[in-house]
């Protein structure tokens, strides 16, 4: 049986937030030495000063981790103050762990856009099971074309993880592994050997029907089933009820892109959920953030807080499956937390009542990677987690 431990820390003081961190943590090991360490920390906290304590604390052990806005942890969610998450593994004969530092290389330009050149996937050549954690920089570090890379050449790796976002500048969001601080890229590591089990939670329901994309220009809808977009978006307006007009009047409209065409019904979780980013009346035109395709499914979604917690802890529930969870790391927006639901720990309360009463660690990202509907994706305001198997 694996064994985790967690523990988070609101202290100041690094060394006493550390030594906080894994008095918490250590237990749940049982004396064995971990394999693995996860970290995340408050830009107040030094990333070469943690670097060096993690190192001591478990110096056979991978690690992984970044600085970011804010931290989580079993103990609750540590927004605007000093935070310090950390989880433990033991792992049981058989499970495989692969570091990795990737980076991307600018070629120049195509007629396509930029050619982009990525180093350091080598652990990945020839792997055709396990996942990928990763954490990436969001300055130098291209997520999104990284993703569309990996679904090509290692189409049965998912990946989930989340970026950094501990800074505001390049060079601010330090991310950790066992080569100590890096201040671009991203640190990755490949499981192997592990069950998976993770759960996108993108807080939204599909409302009226759906429609095929019949004209489209890079991120804009022009036509939806042979109707100006804006037409359809009216006729889904007036048909909601009076609160949900409300929502969409708040902002709380976004658009689902079906992911699996093959599926005859898709419903919530089938669909990429996406901004709506603004329209123009005159031409009946939509932007969002994305680029539809003709031919492509398309749903609008509404998004609220209540939407978003039940989506969470139910996912988390029904994600336990044949394999009992024995930990869970959660990659949360940042646009989430207070900001989203007026209530301090929700996200992690939400995974708690789904998954149980588990060791858990992990941060509030500018950006949440994980699968829909088999591929995986850079998602906003979305909860990302992973549940790890006793």
């Known amino acids: 049986m694996h064994r985790y431990g967690s ?84 792992f049981d004969q058989g499970v495989e762990l692969r570091p990795m530092r990737l980076d991307a290389e600018l070629r120049g330009e195509t007629e396509h856009g930029q050619e982009l050149r990525f180093t350091g996937h080598e652990e990945l050549e020839g792997v055709e099971d396990g996942f990928v954690m990763l954490i990436a920089d969001p300055f130098r570090f291209p997520v999104e074309p990284w993703l569309r890379f990996a679904e090509e050449r290692f189409p049965t790796l998912p990946v989930f993880g989340g970026v950094s976002s501990g800074g505001m500048e390049p060079g601010l969001c330090k991310l950790l592994d066992r080569g100590g601080v890096a201040d671009a890229g991203a640190v990755a590591l490949l499981f192997r050997g592990l069950p998976l089990r993770t759960v996108v939670s993108q807080g939204c329901r599909p409302i009226g029907q759906s429609w095929v994309v019949t004209k489209a220009h890079k991120n804009l809808l022009l036509e939806l089933g042979g109707k100006p977009a804006m037409e359809r978006l009216q006729e889904v307006y007036v048909a909601c009820a009076p609160e949900e007009q409300e929502r969409i009047r708040r902002g709380g409209l976004h658009v689902g892109l079906v992911v699996d065409e093959h599926k005859s019904r898709p419903g919530r979780g089938d669909f990429l959920v996406r901004n709506l980013m603004g329209s123009d009346p005159e031409s009946g035109a939509i932007a969002i953030g994305d680029f539809p395709v003709v031919g492509r499914t398309l749903r609008f979604h509404l998004r609220d807080a209540g939407d978003a917690g039940e989506d969470l802890e139910k996912q988390c529930g029904t994600s336990r499956g044949a394999v009992e969870p024995g930990a869970a790391v959660l990659f949360t927006c940042n646009g989430r937390g207070r900001n989203m639901f007026q209530e301090d720990d929700h996200d992690v309360r939400a995974v708690l009542r789904g998954a149980g009463d588990l060791p858990v660690a992990g941060f509030f990202a500018g950006g949440e990677i994980g699968p829909v509907g088999g591929k995986s994706f850079l998602h906003g305001f979305t909860a990302s987690v992973v549940l790890l198997p006793r």
């Open 7 to 90: 523990g988070s820390s609101t202290l100041d003081d690094l060394d006493r937030a550390m030594a906080e961190c894994l008095d918490r943590a250590r237990p749940g090991l049982a004396g064995a030495a971990p394999d693995l360490a996860l970290v995340f920390a408050t830009r107040q906290h030094d990333a070469e000063r943690l670097s060096a304590l993690l190192r001591a604390a478990a110096p056979d052990a991978l690690r992984l981790g970044c600085a970011a806005e804010a931290v989580l942890g079993r103990e609750g969610e540590h927004e605007g103050r000093p935070g310090l998450s950390v989880l433990l593994a033991a």
